[in-house]
């Protein structure tokens, strides 16, 4: 059994479908971990995931993110110290409101499966990356 290994500083970066930029960290067999960050006042575009669900944790930067699944749709704020849940099908859309990059920790249940993971939907506010 191999232990899964990375660092910040030394995890390439990508460009996740909604445009955020993401650095790959821990992957496992059962979940992947990376941190995403969106620049001052950008915007991600809205997406939904096929097969995948996720937990955030906000490390830095305030903004605000749009959920809708089903009959329930919500925008709550987002700063440092909150968690949250993306189930698995909800669209969701996620923006910084401040002058410095918001930047998130998030946790993907089972490990990313690449960029087909997701469809774009319509959401509340015009993308900008």
Same mark, same amino acid.
């Given at each position: 059994?191999?232990? !899964?290994?990375? +660092? /910040?500083?030394?995890? &390439?970066?990508?460009? $996740?479908?909604?445009?955020?930029? %993401?650095?790959? =960290?821990?992957?496992?067999?059962?979940?992947?971990? !990376?941190?995403? +960050? /969106?620049?001052?006042? &950008?915007?991600?575009? $809205?997406?939904?995931?096929?097969? %995948?669900?996720? =937990?955030?944790?906000?490390?830095?930067?305030?903004?605000?993110?749009?959920?809708?699944?089903?009959?329930?749709?919500?925008?709550?704020?987002?700063?440092?110290?909150?968690?949250?849940?993306?189930?698995?099908?909800?669209?969701?859309?996620?923006?910084?409101?401040?002058?410095?990059?918001?930047?998130?920790?998030?946790?993907?249940?089972?490990?990313?499966?690449?960029?087909?993971?997701?469809?774009?939907?319509?959401?509340?506010?015009e993308a900008t990356v």
């Amino acid at each position: 059994m191999a232990f !899964a290994t990375q +660092t /910040l500083a030394t995890a &390439g970066e990508v460009t $996740a479908p909604d445009g955020s930029m %993401v650095r790959i =960290l821990a992957v496992a067999t059962r979940g992947s971990m !990376a941190h995403f +960050t /969106l620049p001052p006042h &950008g915007v991600a575009r $809205a997406v939904r995931h096929r097969t %995948v669900e996720e =937990l955030w944790f906000i490390v830095s930067g305030r903004g605000r993110i749009w959920r809708c699944e089903a009959d329930t749709e919500e925008v709550v704020g987002l700063e440092y110290g909150m968690s949250l849940a993306i189930p698995c099908g909800a669209s969701f859309q996620f923006r910084s409101d401040s002058a410095e990059p918001l930047h998130a920790i998030g946790v993907t249940m089972p490990p990313w499966p690449g960029d087909d993971e997701a469809c774009f939907v319509e959401g509340p506010w015009e993308a900008t990356v």
